[in-house]
């Protein structure tokens, strides 16, 4: 084929001042056949075809195409897998927060996004994560410090624990303060080397009745029960919702201890507050 009659030569190379000659160039496929990077080398108007050593140069290359190949899967793959531990992290019912040295906020998930923005008595000001209580934020601060301030193979003995009241009257939040684990050294003041964990025990939507029939092997009418426990009914608020007697109630709460290994109705809900089946879609 005449290269020259061809709209790739008169509409794209020739404007761009290259030769009417076929390019040389080399291209890497994976496994699937798919392309995964190439490169392509052009001649300037007025210059003849290209020679065997030309050719040879060119094949030099191959060896650092290849090389960057390989780099650029391994970083995809590494941005594939951070993305994942994103979206994991976002699913989960406990809102988690990352600091920096500095007490920034770096990384926040959707739970930790939705207390904030309740403003009910936990926020973020410039200084970083407080409580508006005074007496509240001053323990906050200090388990913050503590944290910052760990040695390395200290870590999990520099962990604190807190609660922190809110205005409108709901249960308190209760929070985790650690350092995380082998903080590199000497690293950049954006590192992220605090982790804050708030649970709110009135957050949340509760499991729906399916999750919980499918994982505890529960009945509807258990799993509705259970269901309700969990949102703080009790249990005979839980039998009214229903629609069936206490007698009933009892009967499907008995039923759902022995299925999930539980013996008390406050041991029952914590397993479904804290279990897999709190976890969120996204």
């Known amino acids: 084929m005449d290269l020259a009659a061809t709209p790739l030569y008169t509409e794209w190379m020739k404007p761009r001042g290259l030769a009417p000659i076929w390019p040389a160039g080399h291209m890497l496929l994976g496994e699937d056949k798919q ?3 190439g490169f392509t080398i052009f001649r300037r108007e007025g210059a003849g075809p290209f020679s065997e050593a030309e050719f040879a140069e060119a094949d030099r290359y191959v060896g650092h195409l290849r090389r960057a190949a390989r780099i650029m899967a391994r970083l995809q793959g590494a941005r594939r897998a951070r993305l994942a531990l994103a979206e994991v ?21 959707q739970t930790a996004q939705r207390i904030i923005d309740l403003d009910d008595g936990f926020g973020i000001d410039r200084n970083g994560p407080s409580a508006a209580d005074a007496r509240e934020n001053a323990t906050l ?19 604190g624990f807190t609660t922190i ?11 985790m303060v650690t350092p995380l684990l082998a903080p590199a050294r000497g690293g950049a003041s954006t590192d992220v080397v605090v982790a804050l964990f708030v649970v709110d025990p009135e957050g949340g939507a509760p499991p729906l009745a399916e999750v ?30 229903r629609g069936v007697s206490m007698n009933t109630a009892r009967s499907h709460l008995k039923h759902a201890f022995a299925k ?7 041991e029952l809900v914590r397993l479904i507050i804290a279990g897999v089946g709190a976890i969120g879609d996204g």
Do not use: F
């Not at 009241?165 to 929070?175: C, D």
């Not at 029939?213 to 509807?220: F, M």
């Open 165 to 175: 009241t809110r205005p409108s009257g709901k249960r308190e939040y209760a929070l």
């Open 141 to 159: 601060q200090k388990l913050i410090a503590d944290a910052l301030d760990a040695r390395a193979g200290r870590e999990q003995a520099s962990r």
């Open 260 to 266: 999930t290994g539980t013996s008390r109705q406050g």
């Open 89 to 109: 992290v976002d699913r989960l019912p406990t809102g988690v927060l990352l600091l920096d040295s500095q007490r920034r906020v770096v990384v926040r998930n």
């Open 212 to 241: 919980l029939e499918d994982l505890y092997s529960l009945t509807h009418s258990e799993a509705e029960i259970v269901r309700r426990l969990a949102m703080g009914l009790s249990l005979e608020e839980a039998a009214q919702a």
């Open 35 to 37: 392309p995964l990077g």
